[in-house]
């Protein structure tokens, strides 16, 4: 009997964009894992419809024809891999749904692993990230490192397909990659599912080039903070920030006292608190500086983007109070 005509113990789900050469990437170590192949599918959710992410699906089909089936979803009428990963497991036949993104990079055991420890007492599991840094890492990549110190995250994890269906899935309100996994995690929770950690279900995150001050556009994700929090408050605020971002508004009250005070003539009080807002942003600079790499553009984008982060990050909370109807969270 061929592969295709056995239900599969297990579908992997990629969600992919405009990323031919990752999802490519990707695939090749999916499909040589050590589970038989007639023991698993793929599905590649295709999140922009592309001809090139299509060849793709092809090329890895005729490249290993004895290999697992894989199939190409295009996703059409949502946008967001919240809604690709919907699409991806609702199409799939597996009891047990495997997420990882088109970046990652699992381990050959990755499957196997992540199957052997979904026992009768498990609804889901999540396994570990490795992420190699670079000697000298900048603070942009030390951010993206902290995927690997994630409770949860959809890059690396296995859910029963029953379990999907029951929640009814990803909240398709978190239009980006930021915070679905952490929603589903506080549901899951929230509803009494059964999860375990697995660090024998491996896959590697390689660092992408990032474009230079990338963590001025990367504040919009904290209108997804504002929705999590507005879903699980308790949850959010045990597990995510304990407290409001107390820093970012003092730096924004002293930038925001100081101009007040200057368009209405009173210099002296507008040049103190124009100090408090220097002194307070270099501080801030200061502290991602020091675990990060010494070099001139390193020094110039975190002196950038230490200026902008604390009233954009601000503005993006009140646009997600604004349009979820949360606290401030």
């Not at 491996?202 to 903070?225: C, N, T, Y």
Request: aromatic fraction near 10%; include cysteine; glycine fraction near 6%.
């Amino acid at each position: 009997m061929s592969g295709a005509a056995v239900q599969p113990r297990v579908s992997v789900v990629i969600p992919t964009y405009r990323r031919p050469d990752l999802l490519q990437r990707c695939l090749a170590a999916v499909q040589v894992q050590t589970l038989p192949a007639a023991e698993y599918e793929i599905i590649v959710c295709d999140d922009g419809p592309s001809d090139q992410a299509r060849a793709v699906v092809e090329s890895a089909k005729q490249s290993n024809p004895a290999g697992p089936t894989i199939h190409y979803l295009p996703i059409t009428e949502t946008q967001g891999p919240a809604g690709a990963r919907n699409q991806g497991w609702r199409h799939a036949r597996g009891p047990v749904i495997a997420f990882t993104d088109d970046d990652t990079v699992p381990d050959p055991s990755w499957l196997e692993a992540g199957l052997r420890a979904m026992d009768d007492d498990v609804d889901a599991i999540t396994g570990s990230i490795e992420m190699p840094l670079p000697e000298q890492p900048t603070d942009l990549e030390l951010d993206a490192a902290g995927l690997t110190r994630a409770e949860f995250v959809t890059a690396n994890c296995f859910v029963r397909r029953q379990v999907l269906a029951e929640v009814n899935g990803f909240d398709e309100r978190f239009s980006i990659a930021w915070r679905e996994d952490s929603d589903l995690h506080f549901t899951l929770i929230e509803r009494g599912y059964r999860l375990r950690r697995v660090p024998e279900a491996k896959v590697v995150h390689p660092l992408r080039d990032m474009r230079f001050a990338a963590a001025i556009g990367m504040q919009k994700k904290v209108l997804f903070d504002v929705l999590l929090y507005c879903k699980h408050p308790k949850l959010y605020r045990e597990r995510i920030r304990r407290t409001p971002p107390w820093f970012y508004l003092s730096i924004c009250f002293f930038l925001g006292a100081s101009i007040l005070f200057a368009i209405f003539g009173q210099f002296a009080a507008a040049a103190i608190f124009l100090a408090l807002w220097a002194i307070t942003t270099l501080w801030f600079f200061w502290k991602r500086l020091m675990p990060s790499a010494k070099t001139w553009r390193n020094i110039v984008e975190l002196l950038l983007t230490s200026i902008a982060i604390p009233p954009l990050s601000i503005f993006w909370r009140l646009i997600g109070i604004r349009r979820f109807g949360a606290k401030f969270p």
